[in-house]
Every structure is written in structure tokens, then in C-alpha cells.
């Protein structure tokens, strides 16, 4: 089944996400990011965080990850 077939419906993805790469645990073709809720499509997943386990949208919203870790912010 590919994306173009009838009955295709988006799933979610579960990743473990390592340095410079990240393994597929439970297939799917998004992520959501942990700040913004937004679905990330797998081939579109650039941000990350090793130590907290959580997909970002972008560079944004990875910097706001990164400051209420370090209690900069709420």
C-alpha cells in the first residue's frame, strides 16, 4: 500500500532518536512535534532532541525545547 492508494490514512510514527540519525520503532509517516503539536512528516524531520526523546517542527521550536530545559522559560 503507498500513499496514493484508497483507504491510505497518515500514521503516526514512534522514533528513538539518536546523534545525526534516528531508528524507526513502530512505522508511520509523521511525528508530532513536542512543542507546537504540529505533524512532521518522517521524510521532513530535521530537529530533535537525544536526551529528551522529542521531534521538532523547526529550529524554533527546537530553541524553545531547549529553554524550558534549562527552566528559561515555562
Known amino acids: 500500500m503507498n500513499i ?3 483507504g491510505f490514512a497518515p500514521s503516526e510514527a514512534k522514533i528513538r532518536y539518536l546523534d545525526a540519525d534516528y531508528v524507526v520503532i513502530q512505522p508511520g509517516t509523521f511525528v508530532r512535534c513536542a512543542i507546537t503539536g504540529a505533524p512532521i512528516a518522517i521524510e521532513d524531520l530535521s530537529y530533535w532532541s537525544v536526551d529528551r526523546q522529542e521531534p521538532y517542527a523547526n529550529a524554533e521550536a ?3 525545547a531547549y529553554r524550558r530545559a534549562i527552566g528559561e522559560i515555562d
Open 4 to 6: 496514493l492508494d484508497s
Open 62 to 64: 527546537a530553541f524553545t
